[in-house]
C-alpha cells in the first residue's frame, strides 16, 4: 500500500499562489506517477498534474500549464503542486494520487489507484 497525505489548501483571492504537499509513504517501490486531480463542486474529478516518482516527465492539464509547477523532494518524499496566477474556476478539493507500476494514459483519472484524503482550495473573485 501507497499512503499520501495532503496539505497546502486554504481561501486565497484571484490572483494569489498556494502550495500544496504531499507526503508519500509506504510502498513507494511500485509507484510510478503521482499526481494531484481535483473536483469542483458539481464536476466529475479530473486530471491537474503529474510527475514521476523518480521527479520526472512533468504533465500538465491545458487549463493549468503555465500557472501550475509540480515537483518532488526526494529526501521528504513529498510532491508539491506551485499554484500561480489562481483563478475563481481552480476552487476545488485537490487530491494527491498516485499510479502502480503504470505505463498508460497518466491525465486519466482512473490511472490513479491510492488516493489521499484531499485537500480544499477555494479561490475568491
Known amino acids: 500500500q501507497v499512503q499520501l497525505v495532503e496539505s497546502g489548501g486554504g481561501l486565497v483571492q484571484a490572483g494569489g499562489s498556494l502550495r500544496l504537499s504531499c507526503k508519500v509513504s509506504?510502498?513507494?517501490?511500485?509507484?510510478?506517477?503521482v499526481g494531484w486531480l481535483r473536483q469542483a463542486p458539481g464536476k466529475e474529478r479530473e486530471f491537474v498534474a503529474t510527475?514521476?516518482?523518480?521527479?520526472?516527465?512533468?504533465s500538465y492539464a491545458d487549463s493549468v500549464n503555465g500557472r501550475f509547477t509540480i515537483s518532488r523532494d526526494t529526501a521528504k518524499s513529498t510532491v508539491y503542486l506551485q499554484m500561480n496566477s489562481l483563478k475563481p474556476e481552480d476552487t476545488a478539493v485537490y487530491s494527491c494520487?498516485?499510479?502502480?507500476?503504470?505505463?498508460?494514459?497518466?491525465?486519466?483519472?482512473?490511472?490513479?489507484?491510492?488516493w489521499g484524503q484531499g485537500t480544499q482550495v477555494t479561490v475568491s473573485s
Open positions: 494520487a498516485a499510479t502502480a507500476n503504470y505505463y498508460g494514459d497518466v491525465r486519466i483519472v482512473n490511472a490513479y489507484v491510492y
Open positions: 509506504g510502498r513507494t517501490f511500485s509507484t510510478r506517477y
Open positions: 510527475i514521476t516518482w523518480s521527479g520526472g516527465s512533468p
